[in-house]
Each structure stands twice: as structure tokens, then as C-alpha cells.
């Protein structure tokens, strides 16, 4: 079965440029997370969706940040306009919403470096 | 501030050995989750032990929960080269969805 998939699995930019990130969560997945991993700040989750409603954004750093999620199928990260203090790996998770003992399932991420 | 710490932050041993993760958490929680993570890859779900379990076992792997001390374990028994990894708690938090991920052990396993 087709895990969480992610695109590009790298991206190298100049600052000030916009880059999007891509997620395709498992289907049939109604919830869908977006984190960042640095080796200073570890795991941090920027928002996360239920049935492609965001329900929690705290933690999405500044208004460079913005996230959809147009279908259950589909996700977007962008950042625009990008920073070097950007550069991080980008993860996308899914999971069932129903209980509160899901697991959930991370993509291989997008590594992601702004010059 | 994170909900969960691990300790050690790293630990070496060799092949055979049996490996021990600790991690401590500040809040209620509904249960607390384990996930391995490989050098470049993403992280993968281990095992999940809810509030009103106390221990818990998958194949080579034991997990404790201590909620009076807000403290669990992670015990990967037999340690294989391919259980070379880092290795995260994640807490989810009594009225919420979301999970809060420790920094993580690096562990390395010596042949």
C-alpha cells in the first residue's frame, strides 16, 4: 500500500523565493499534519487539518507560512517569501481522526535549504 | 517548552545488548506513542501504550508507563545493527489531537 507521499524530496532556493511542498496522505486518512525538524528546535507541528478543515495553526511561524488542503487527497506547504532560517526538513503525517489511539503515518519528507 | 524529554540524547552499545530510552512528559495524556526514525527518512510508529496501561510489548520491544511519574521506557531487547536509529516519544495530550514529539535518542548499535 502507498504510504504518505511527499514532493520534492529536496529543494534548494534563493531567499525570497516561494517554494511549495506537496502531500498526498493515505487514503482514506481524514487527518492530515505538516511538522518541521531542525536539529536546534527537533519536531515541531505547524498545523494540522481534519476533513481538509484547518483546526490548529499555532504553530505556523509567521504569515510567510500558509497551508491548504483543497481535497482529502491533497496537501500544500508554501512559504513565500522564503528565509535561510527556513531551511529545515519538512514532514507531512496522516491518520484517522475517528479515536484517540491512531498512529500516524509520516511521508520521507522534504529537505529543504534556502541560500 | 517540549511536552516530552528523552534520555539519553545519545547512546552507543554493542550488537546483542539490550537498549533502554527513557522519556518524561509535563501533562495529562490520553497515550504515548514510540516512533523510530532512519537517517533521512520519516518516522515510522513502533507501538502505542494508552494512560491506563502499564507495560507493553511488540516483538524485541518493551515499553513502560509510569503515570505517576509521568515517565516512560523503551526497551529494544537483542539490539540488531538495522536498530541503529533515532528514537522518539510523542504524547497525546488529554483534549487534543495532536502530538508532542520529545528531541529524541540517537541510538547506535556497534557490530
Known amino acids: 500500500d502507498a504510504g504518505v507521499i511527499q514532493s520534492p524530496r529536496h529543494e534548494v532556493t534563493e531567499m525570497g523565493q516561494e517554494v511549495t511542498l506537496r502531500c498526498k496522505p493515505i487514503s482514506g486518512h481524514n487527518s492530515l499534519f505538516w511538522y518541521r525538524q531542525t536539529m536546534m528546535r527537533g519536531l515541531e507541528l505547524l498545523i494540522y487539518?481534519?476533513?481538509?478543515?484547518?483546526?490548529?495553526d499555532s504553530g505556523m511561524p509567521e504569515d510567510r507560512f500558509s497551508a491548504k488542503m483543497p481535497n482529502a487527497s491533497f496537501s500544500t506547504l508554501k512559504i513565500q517569501p522564503s528565509e535561510p532560517r527556513d531551511s529545515a526538513v519538512y514532514f507531512c503525517?496522516?491518520?484517522?481522526?475517528?479515536?484517540?489511539?491512531?498512529?500516524?503515518?509520516f511521508g520521507d519528507g522534504t529537505r529543504l535549504s534556502i541560500l | 517548552s517540549q511536552q516530552g524529554e528523552e534520555d539519553p540524547q545519545a547512546l552507543s552499545i554493542q550488537e546483542g545488548e539490550n537498549a533502554t530510552m527513557n522519556c518524561s512528559y509535563k501533562t495529562s495524556i490520553n497515550n504515548l506513542q514510540w516512533y523510530r526514525q532512519n537517517s533521512g527518512r520519516g518516522l515510522v510508529h513502533l507501538i502505542l501504550?494508552?494512560?491506563?496501561?502499564r507495560e507493553k510489548h511488540s516483538g524485541r520491544l518493551r515499553v513502560t508507563l509510569d503515570t505517576s511519574k509521568k515517565s516512560s521506557s523503551l526497551l529494544i531487547t537483542a539490539s540488531r545493527a538495522a536498530d541503529t536509529a533515532s528514537y522518539f516519544c510523542a504524547t497525546r495530550i488529554q483534549g487534543a489531537q495532536k502530538l508532542v514529539f520529545g528531541q529524541g535518542t540517537r541510538l547506535t548499535i556497534n557490530p
Open positions: 503525517a496522516s491518520t484517522l481522526a475517528g479515536g484517540t489511539n491512531q498512529p500516524q503515518h
Open positions: 487539518f481534519n476533513n481538509n478543515v484547518p483546526i490548529d
Open positions: 501504550i494508552r494512560s491506563n496501561e
